[in-house]
């Protein structure tokens, strides 16, 4: 019994930290593939970043590889790995239905 009260605590925290994080961009994403919010502290960016799924969380983590390479330089979006994985995706998708069209 008490490890179910811990777990339905552990769930309510949760479930406050993503609507204080959503409160945030409301509706603004809808549409959207990436968001950016800017945190006020440690604990509502560790909130924010539990808003992510495992493939969001993958790229992040593509992200920050990719900038840990650039050495400070510049580096343009369509360089980072996932990125440039998900256009070459987008082009042979594109490709695919014009063939079919």
């Not at 552990?10 to 945190?39: C, P, Q, T």
């Not at 992200?63 to 390479?69: F, R, T």
């Amino acid at each position: 019994m008490d490890g179910w009260f811990l777990h339905q605590k552990n769930e309510y925290e949760k479930n406050k930290k993503k609507n204080k994080a959503l409160e945030k961009v409301r509706g603004k994403v809808k549409n959207s593939d990436f968001v950016y919010i800017v945190a006020d502290n440690d604990e509502e960016a560790e909130a924010i970043q539990e808003l992510n799924d495992q493939v969001g969380k993958n790229l992040i983590q593509s992200i920050n590889s990719s900038l840990k390479k650039s050495d400070g330089k510049a580096v343009k979006w369509t360089d980072v790995g996932q990125i440039k994985q998900d256009i070459k995706n987008q082009a042979f998708e594109q490709f695919k239905q014009k063939k079919t069209s």
